[in-house]
Protein backbone atom coordinates (compact mmCIF):
# COMPACT_ATOMS: atom_id res chain seq x y z
CA UNK A 1 0.00 0.00 0.00
CA UNK A 2 1.46 3.62 -1.11
CA UNK A 3 1.82 5.90 1.95
CA UNK A 4 -0.39 9.37 1.29
CA UNK A 5 1.43 12.23 2.28
CA UNK A 6 -0.33 15.10 4.20
CA UNK A 7 0.15 18.51 2.28
CA UNK A 8 -0.30 20.43 5.37
CA UNK A 9 3.44 21.50 6.80
CA UNK A 10 1.70 22.69 10.00
CA UNK A 11 2.56 19.12 11.03
CA UNK A 12 4.32 17.92 12.89
CA UNK A 13 5.67 14.47 14.53
CA UNK A 14 6.90 14.74 17.76
CA UNK A 15 9.39 12.15 19.37
CA UNK A 16 12.27 12.36 22.42
CA UNK A 17 15.88 12.00 21.14
CA UNK A 18 18.96 13.01 23.02
CA UNK A 19 16.69 13.94 25.87
CA UNK A 20 14.71 16.88 24.34
CA UNK A 21 10.90 16.77 22.82
CA UNK A 22 11.73 17.39 19.01
CA UNK A 23 8.84 18.37 16.41
CA UNK A 24 10.05 17.61 12.62
CA UNK A 25 7.58 18.58 10.05
CA UNK A 26 5.32 15.65 9.04
CA UNK A 27 6.65 15.39 5.12
CA UNK A 28 9.95 14.23 6.42
CA UNK A 29 8.72 11.29 8.48
CA UNK A 30 8.37 7.82 6.16
CA UNK A 31 7.29 5.76 9.43
CA UNK A 32 7.76 5.12 13.20
CA UNK A 33 8.66 1.63 13.62
CA UNK A 34 9.38 -0.62 16.62
CA UNK A 35 13.12 -0.62 17.97
CA UNK A 36 15.49 -3.15 16.33
CA UNK A 37 18.99 -3.46 16.63
CA UNK A 38 21.21 -2.21 13.50
CA UNK A 39 24.18 -4.74 12.31
CA UNK A 40 27.19 -2.42 13.49
CA UNK A 41 29.83 -1.77 11.11
CA UNK A 42 33.96 -0.76 12.17
CA UNK A 43 34.73 2.18 11.02
CA UNK A 44 31.74 4.11 10.56
CA UNK A 45 31.32 7.41 12.94
CA UNK A 46 29.99 6.97 16.40
CA UNK A 47 26.67 8.61 15.82
CA UNK A 48 25.97 6.19 13.07
CA UNK A 49 24.62 3.15 15.16
CA UNK A 50 24.77 0.68 12.61
CA UNK A 51 22.65 0.13 9.16
CA UNK A 52 19.65 -1.70 8.72
CA UNK A 53 17.35 -3.08 6.23
CA UNK A 54 14.04 -1.38 5.78
CA UNK A 55 12.00 -1.99 2.65
CA UNK A 56 14.28 -3.71 0.99
CA UNK A 57 17.11 -0.48 1.19
CA UNK A 58 20.27 -0.54 3.60
CA UNK A 59 19.83 2.56 5.55
CA UNK A 60 22.15 4.10 8.46
CA UNK A 61 20.76 4.28 11.62
CA UNK A 62 21.63 7.80 13.85
CA UNK A 63 21.53 8.46 17.44
CA UNK A 64 21.29 12.05 17.99
CA UNK A 65 22.44 11.05 21.76
CA UNK A 66 26.15 9.80 20.40
CA UNK A 67 25.93 13.29 18.01
CA UNK A 68 25.50 15.24 20.91
CA UNK A 69 27.79 13.58 23.15
CA UNK A 70 25.29 12.32 25.77
CA UNK A 71 25.14 8.64 27.34
CA UNK A 72 23.10 6.65 25.23
CA UNK A 73 19.51 5.85 26.79
CA UNK A 74 18.68 2.00 28.16
CA UNK A 75 16.54 0.67 25.06
CA UNK A 76 13.03 0.09 26.09
CA UNK A 77 9.35 -1.09 24.93
CA UNK A 78 9.39 2.77 24.13
CA UNK A 79 12.31 3.30 22.31
CA UNK A 80 11.57 3.54 18.44
CA UNK A 81 13.41 4.09 14.93
CA UNK A 82 12.00 7.84 13.34
CA UNK A 83 11.96 6.73 9.67
CA UNK A 84 12.39 9.91 7.76
CA UNK A 85 12.20 10.44 3.59
CA UNK A 86 14.77 13.02 2.20
CA UNK A 87 12.78 15.68 1.01
CA UNK A 88 14.92 15.68 -2.38
CA UNK A 89 12.49 13.55 -3.82
CA UNK A 90 15.13 10.42 -4.11
CA UNK A 91 14.75 7.25 -2.17
CA UNK A 92 17.15 7.95 0.63
CA UNK A 93 15.63 6.73 3.78
CA UNK A 94 17.61 7.35 7.57
CA UNK A 95 16.57 6.08 10.58
CA UNK A 96 16.88 8.35 14.02
CA UNK A 97 16.80 6.25 17.59
CA UNK A 98 14.49 7.85 19.57
CA UNK A 99 13.58 7.43 23.38
CA UNK A 100 9.89 7.11 22.63
CA UNK A 101 7.32 8.31 20.07
CA UNK A 102 5.06 11.45 21.56
CA UNK A 103 2.11 11.52 18.39
CA UNK A 104 1.63 14.71 16.29
CA UNK A 105 0.82 18.02 16.91
CA UNK A 106 -0.50 21.28 14.33
CA UNK A 107 2.20 23.61 14.76
CA UNK A 108 1.56 27.07 12.48
CA UNK A 109 4.79 28.82 11.67
CA UNK A 110 3.26 31.82 13.95
CA UNK A 111 3.71 29.69 16.80
CA UNK A 112 6.99 28.51 16.29
CA UNK A 113 9.73 31.26 18.43
CA UNK A 114 12.92 31.64 17.82
CA UNK A 115 15.28 29.14 19.56
CA UNK A 116 18.85 30.75 20.36
CA UNK A 117 20.56 27.58 22.10
CA UNK A 118 23.32 25.67 20.56
CA UNK A 119 23.09 21.99 21.03
CA UNK A 120 26.09 20.19 20.67
CA UNK A 121 26.14 18.34 17.33
CA UNK A 122 23.38 19.15 15.71
CA UNK A 123 24.59 21.93 13.42
CA UNK A 124 23.40 25.65 13.09
CA UNK A 125 20.31 26.30 11.64
CA UNK A 126 18.85 22.12 12.28
CA UNK A 127 16.88 23.67 15.08
CA UNK A 128 14.30 26.30 13.24
CA UNK A 129 12.51 27.30 16.55
CA UNK A 130 10.75 26.66 19.41
CA UNK A 131 7.06 25.96 19.96
CA UNK A 132 4.53 24.73 22.26
CA UNK A 133 3.41 21.18 22.41
CA UNK A 134 0.73 20.68 24.49
CA UNK A 135 2.84 21.15 27.97
CA UNK A 136 5.71 21.27 26.86
CA UNK A 137 8.01 22.57 24.54
CA UNK A 138 9.39 21.08 21.27
CA UNK A 139 12.24 22.35 19.51
CA UNK A 140 11.50 22.38 15.71
CA UNK A 141 14.19 20.23 14.16
CA UNK A 142 15.16 19.50 10.32
CA UNK A 143 17.24 16.31 10.86
CA UNK A 144 18.40 16.92 7.00
CA UNK A 145 20.23 20.11 7.83
CA UNK A 146 22.07 18.24 10.33
CA UNK A 147 22.26 15.44 8.50
CA UNK A 148 23.87 17.58 5.37
CA UNK A 149 26.62 18.76 7.46
CA UNK A 150 27.23 15.41 8.92
CA UNK A 151 27.43 14.39 4.93
CA UNK A 152 24.80 11.34 5.95
CA UNK A 153 23.00 11.51 2.52
CA UNK A 154 26.71 11.21 0.30
CA UNK A 155 26.74 7.61 1.95
CA UNK A 156 25.19 5.71 -0.86
Given at each position: MEQVKLKNENIHTLFRASGLLLAVEYRYI????????PVFFPCIPSYIKGLMNYLGEICPVI??????GREEPVISNRTCIVMLES???ISVHIGIIAESFMG????????????TGNIAGFGNGSIAGAAKAGNDT??????????EKLDILNLK
Amino acid sequence: MEQVKLKNENIHTLFRASGLLLAVEYRYIREIIPYVEPVFFPCIPSYIKGLMNYLGEICPVISLNALSGREEPVISNRTCIVMLESPNNISVHIGIIAESFMGSAKIPEPGISAYTGNIAGFGNGSIAGAAKAGNDTALVFNPFLALEKLDILNLK
